[in-house]
Nanobody, 125 residues
Framework: QVQLVESGGGLVQAGGSLRLSCAASGRTESSYAMGWFRQAPGKEREFVAHITWNGGTTYYADSMKGRFTISRDNAKNTVYLQMNSLKPEDTAVYYC??????????????????WGQGTQVTVSS
C-alpha cells in the first residue's frame, strides 16, 4: 500500500505560479512511476504529467508543455508539479497518482494504482 498526500494548492491570479507537492508513505521502497491529473467540475479526470520511477523520463499533456514541470525527490518520497503561466482554465482539483512498475507513457487514470485526495487550484482572471 502507498498513501499519497497532495499540498500546495490555492488561489492565484492568471499568469502566476504554484508548486504542488505529493508526499508518499507506506511501501515507498518499490519502484513507482508517478502522475499528476486534474479534474474540473463537470469534466472527466485529465492527464497532466507523468514521471518514471527514477525521474529519467517525463511526459506532459500538450496544453501543459512549457508551462508545467514534474519532478521527484526519491530521498524525500515526494513528487512535485511546478505550474507557471497559470490560466483560468487550469482551475481544477489536482491529484497525484502512483503506478507500480512500467517505464512507458501512462496517460489514463485507469493505469494507476494509488491516488491522493486532491488539492484545489483556482486561477482567477
Amino acid at each position: 500500500q502507498v498513501q499519497l498526500v497532495e499540498s500546495g494548492g490555492g488561489l492565484v491570479q492568471a499568469g502566476g505560479s504554484l508548486r504542488l507537492s505529493c508526499a508518499a508513505s507506506g511501501r515507498t521502497e518499490s519502484s513507482y512511476a508517478m502522475g499528476w491529473f486534474r479534474q474540473a467540475p463537470g469534466k472527466e479526470r485529465e492527464f497532466v504529467a507523468h514521471i518514471t520511477w527514477n525521474g529519467g523520463t517525463t511526459y506532459y499533456a500538450d496544453s501543459m508543455k512549457g508551462r508545467f514541470t514534474i519532478s521527484r525527490d526519491n530521498a524525500k518520497n515526494t513528487v512535485y508539479l511546478q505550474m507557471n503561466s497559470l490560466k483560468p482554465e487550469d482551475t481544477a482539483v489536482y491529484y497525484c497518482a502512483a503506478r507500480y512498475g512500467g517505464s512507458g507513457y501512462y496517460p489514463s487514470p485507469y493505469e494507476y494504482n494509488y491516488w491522493g485526495q486532491g488539492t484545489q487550484v483556482t486561477v482567477s482572471s
